[in-house]
């Protein structure tokens, strides 16, 4: 591939010339195949270009918005970054403006900047151009009185009001540092389309690696202004090929899985959402029990019950909100969810008389809540807490027991949830060690709220029937 540049040592005419940059300049897949793979073995050393990269630099040049999800290790990154090097090679105007985002300025930067080394490593084809700055991390560079500026960015702290022609998203759905909640990725689902959607007024493209399976990357499957394309390392597992069979051979690809693990090996070559790969229930699994007909119940208005209710309350610290979750059963003997309420920063006496009404109007024969840290024990000494209140101490084994009965009801179909999104997005945040990460919503508060429903129900198996 090096040989067509050092080729241009040898071009004696400036027809010869013209001929080479009108080549380089009409063609992305061969600018980065034949120029710009050259600058990055120059910097990184021996380097191989994956053929996969074809497609990429292809549906690049040829559709103005892109989505494109690609295993680690495989260049995604490379191939965009090199796109914008075609952009500033081609130069097409008097004034050319590109953006360059990822989760934070500072990753952004990381971009840029080996970007900038790639650029200085091609003087054959960027000898001419000048840069017009000392800044590692932004690019401005002038050739025969046109310019071209390229800055990095955070989705976190991008300036609102830019309106480059150009914008790069590259893993701004990725913390390095930590991993994202649910709640933080529909924030920056919103940011995006509200803001940065609309930032550039010709070219958007993103790359990255799926976090969870209805997050953006998900999204913009769903939209037809995107070209949007997904690459896993196991081309075809049946038959044994891989994507990228020069660096990661079959072979390679399955010692790589038993050294880091199925799972993170399921993430990081195979695509599959992070969250997806670690929560206690999948979305699938969930999707499949959210019965959009319920309706979540007021508390003060009673509905027409024939029999009881069950009901689980999961108590939140300071900076936890509490969960109280009811249930009745159908005539089809399935437990389902009449209500959901969530309590943001509300004081125990306020819980406590709302469990009172709900327990009213719902004909709640035994509504369990955790005890754990004896937060309502004040109540019960001064007869304060209603009868049908049952404390429950959380201990590994019983919280395990719990979490396993919902499962096995999901699993059998024999339950039915409330189309909540925040419960939804908080039964999802659960982890397989039944841990879950703090976030602005919540702690998986309503997973124990449910968990303590079904124990409630399973002590009483009091059958009533609820009229859906």
């Known amino acids: 591939m090096e040989a067509l540049l050092e080729r241009t040592e040898s071009l004696r005419t400036e027809s010869e010339k013209n001929s080479l940059e009108k080549y380089l300049k009409n063609s992305f897949v061969h600018f980065f195949f034949l120029a710009f793979s050259v600058a990055v073995r120059r910097v990184e050393g021996k380097y191989i270009i994956p053929p996969h990269l074809k497609m990429i630099c292809a549906r690049l040049q040829f559709h103005n918005r892109t989505s494109t999800v690609a295993p680690r290790y495989h260049l995604k990154s490379t191939v965009v970054e090199g796109y914008v090097a075609w952009k500033l090679y081609q130069m097409a105007r008097y004034w050319n403006e590109w953006n360059y985002m990822s989760y934070t300025s500072d990753l952004g930067a990381y971009h840029t900047k080996r970007l900038k080394r790639y650029i200085e490593a091609l003087p054959e084809l960027f000898g001419d151009y000048r840069s017009l700055t000392p800044a590692e991390s932004i690019l401005h560079y002038e050739k025969e009185g046109r310019q071209f500026v390229c800055e990095p960015e955070g989705i976190t702290s991008f300036k609102r009001g830019k309106h480059p022609h150009g914008l790069i998203c590259d893993d701004i759905l990725k913390d390095p540092q930590v991993k994202l909640d649910i709640s933080q990725l529909e924030k920056i689902k919103d940011i995006f389309f509200t803001e940065v959607e609309q930032m550039p007024t010709e070219e958007l493209h993103l790359v ?124 089809k003997k399935k437990l389902v969810q009449i209500h959901s309420k969530w309590m943001d920063g509300w004081d125990y006496i306020r819980q406590v008389d709302y469990c009172r009404q709900a327990i009213k109007n719902f004909k709640i024969a035994r509504l369990e809540y955790d005890n754990t840290r004896a937060e309502f024990e004040g109540f019960r000494e001064a007869g304060d807490l209603p009868a049908e209140m049952a404390g429950v101490e959380f201990t590994s084994k019983n919280k395990f027991a719990m979490a396993t009965a919902f499962d096995r009801l999901l699993t059998q179909g024999n339950i039915q949830l409330l189309n909540d999104p925040r419960q939804k997005r908080q039964l999802l945040n659960v982890d397989n060690d039944l841990q879950a990460l703090e976030t602005e919503e919540g702690h998986g508060d309503c997973f124990f709220s449910i968990c303590l429903a079904i124990k409630a129900f399973m002590k009483g198996r009091r059958q009533m029937v609820y009229e859906l």
């Open 208 to 331: 990255g690696t799926p976090q969870d399976q209805e997050d953006l990357f998900a999204v913009l499957e769903t939209k037809p202004d995107y070209d949007c394309k997904r690459y896993l390392a196991e081309v075809d597992p049946a038959n044994q090929i891989p994507l990228w069979k020069e660096k990661f051979n079959w072979e390679e690809l399955q010692r790589r899985k038993a050294l880091i693990g199925e799972k993170a090996y399921m993430k990081e070559f195979m695509c599959m959402p992070v969250r997806s790969g670690e929560s206690f229930f999948t979305l699938l699994t969930l999707n499949k029990v959210i019965n959009n007909r319920l309706k979540n119940h007021d508390v003060i208005r009673p509905i027409r019950l024939n029999e009881w209710s069950y009901g689980g309350f999961d108590i939140g610290k300071k900076s936890h909100p509490s969960h109280l979750a009811v249930f009745g059963v159908n005539r």
